[in-house]
């Protein structure tokens, strides 16, 4: 279980994170969910320790992030596995040393043992007959089943994911956002998604958390999402023309006053 | 200046972080033996085809020059092997090594950093500084071995020059390249270079890997990599034959 106690982050001037508290459950798929530069990254960014936060806390299972020493820091860091948007495979290596990487970098698992435990989450994620291909030649959605496959080979307590979906076409979407949540309850590990995709939203959001201008706007499951009369919360959900009516009958809202409000808040 | 000092503290702090939790000594191995790979025997060829010609050229115009007759033909041999122990092998070498080696290694980290491969790294808990520039430091190690081969081939292609241009005899070319002969210019030649190498290795890392934006700065980065790279090969060269030459 992470726990995140009033955290606040600023860029120069900038308060990008403004006291934002909650609890991302173990055995769960947590998203973070928000508009363009509503800060989902940045208090991403901040749990996997790349920022730092100003003030508040983020406890991992009890360990306050803030109090471990260097070392302690460092070895929480191998309990984490990652996805990244790009998914950041290294591509001077093929999908099988990737997938090894972190076994050989901190396990003392030898080449028989670690060939077996990545052909056997190779296969986890659907991925065969990839082992010796370079990430440039294979798809993006192959790509980031190397990258969960990375993130998950040494059973790592923490998986985070920052745009999983992000560049693949609805249908591998779907596939790896069902391979995310199987993934999660399978090795009861505590999942956390930054997303705007409101198919994974409905899909997988055991819990959501919904950020708008750096602040904790609301928070729920995918079923309470659908119910919620909170405008922000409507406006992002429906936020398609495809959802017109829909959008308009639970605001009861003028569309041209809706649009209005949006430009203002471009501007 | 405030922000050229800030620099400068950020490549030490670098340097230190380098040598701080190191990888894991199977995996360390393995990426020493590709940069060894890449930087060193991959510049071979270069570095070669350089020397040889840059010899032959002293050897030429050092030629040309000697229009007194009273001057021995020698002389040919013995600037030869001046200019290229002292200077061309060891400095000008490592002004193309900064454009061979340190734009790769300039681009790679800093593609690595635009892709979010150093970021992955270092949620992993990887000490990336240390995994990425420590293999190309311990590369650069053998960089005296480099240059001994261009200092060869460099007297090598002033022998042919001069001999086979007609302007010195074979014989007299030997006694050119023994006359004078200093050991320690070898001494100095061979720890200037160990410098450069060492800076051929920190300063394009550096520029790889605090680089910031995307594709066009990678390339942006590269570039002032080489410039710096050189500029601070030059300084440092005045500096060491100051203190152990003059």
């Known amino acids: 279980m992470i726990e995140i106690k009033d955290i606040e982050k600023s860029f120069g001037d900038t308060k990008v994170l403004k006291g934002i508290s909650t609890t991302f459950e173990t055995g769960k798929t947590n998203l973070i969910i928000g508009r363009s530069g ?30 471990l020493t260097r070392d302690e820091k460092r070895s929480l860091r191998t309990e984490i596995g990652m996805v990244f948007q790009g998914s950041a495979l290294f591509d001077s290596m093929n999908v099988e040393d990737n997938v090894a990487f972190p076994l050989k970098m901190f396990t003392n698992k030898r080449g028989r043992e670690i060939k077996d435990r990545v052909n056997e989450v190779l296969e986890r994620v659907n991925l065969v007959d990839a082992n010796y291909k370079f990430p440039n030649e294979i798809s993006g959605g192959m790509q980031k089943r190397v990258a969960i496959a990375r993130a998950i ?23 790896i956002d069902e391979l995310i949540q199987e993934i999660t309850r399978e090795y009861d590990i ?10 994974s939203v409905l899909q997988i959001g055991e819990k959501i958390v919904f950020l708008k ?31 017109k009516k829909v959008r308009e009958s639970l605001l009861g809202e003028d569309e041209e006053e809706r649009k209005q409000d949006l430009n203002i808040k471009d501007e | 200046m405030i922000k050229a000092l800030n620099q400068i503290g950020k490549y030490f702090l670098m340097i230190k972080e380098v040598f701080n939790k190191p990888t894991k000594w199977s995996v360390m191995k393995s990426l020493i033996l590709k940069e060894i790979d890449d930087l060193i025997i991959g510049s071979m060829g270069i570095v070669a085809f350089i020397s040889f010609f840059i010899g032959g050229v002293v050897a030429i115009q050092t030629a040309l020059n000697l229009t007194n007759p009273l ?26 090594m900064a454009g061979r080696a ?39 190690t053998l960089y005296p071995f480099v ?22 005899g074979s014989d007299q070319f030997l006694v050119g390249i023994q006359t004078d002969f200093i050991p320690f210019h070898v001494f100095y030649a061979f720890l200037k270079t160990f410098v450069f190498g060492m800076l051929l290795a920190t300063i394009p890392s550096f520029h790889g ?29 005045y500096i060491i034959t100051q203190l152990l030459l003059s």
Request: hydrophobic share 45%; net charge negative; aromatic share 10%.
């Open chain 1, 38 to 67: 509503s800060g989902k990254t940045v208090m991403l960014k901040t749990l996997l320790g790349i920022h730092t936060p100003d003030t508040g806390s983020i406890s991992f299972d009890g360990r306050i992030y803030s109090e």
């Open chain 1, 153 to 175: 080979v040494n059973n790592p307590k923490y998986l985070f994911c920052d745009e999983p979906n992000s560049g693949l076409d609805p249908e591998t979407s779907i596939l």
């Open chain 1, 190 to 199: 505590t999942t956390v998604i930054n997303t705007h995709d409101m198919n």
């Open chain 1, 213 to 243: 201008n750096g602040i904790k706007e609301w928070e729920g499951t995918n079923e309470q999402i659908l119910e919620t009369r909170n405008k922000s919360i409507v406006e992002f959900v429906y936020s398609s023309e495809l959802f």
């Open chain 2, 71 to 96: 001057i021995p033909k020698s002389l040919i041999a013995f600037a030869t092997r001046q200019s290229v122990i002292l200077e061309f092998a060891p400095t000008f070498i490592s002004i193309i």
């Open chain 2, 102 to 140: 340190g734009s790769y290694i300039t681009s790679s980290i800093g593609t690595m950093r635009v892709t979010e491969q150093i970021d992955a790294l270092e949620v992993m808990g990887v000490n990336a500084v240390n995994y990425l520039i420590f293999p190309k430091i311990v590369a650069f």
């Open chain 2, 147 to 168: 240059i001994a081969i261009s200092m060869f081939l460099g007297i090598m292609g002033g022998w042919l020059a001069g001999v086979y241009g007609g302007f010195v």
């Open chain 2, 209 to 237: 890997f605090y680089m910031k934006g995307g594709a066009l700065e990678v390339g942006k980065a590269s570039t002032t990599s080489f410039v710096w790279t050189s500029v601070v090969i030059i300084t440092v060269n």
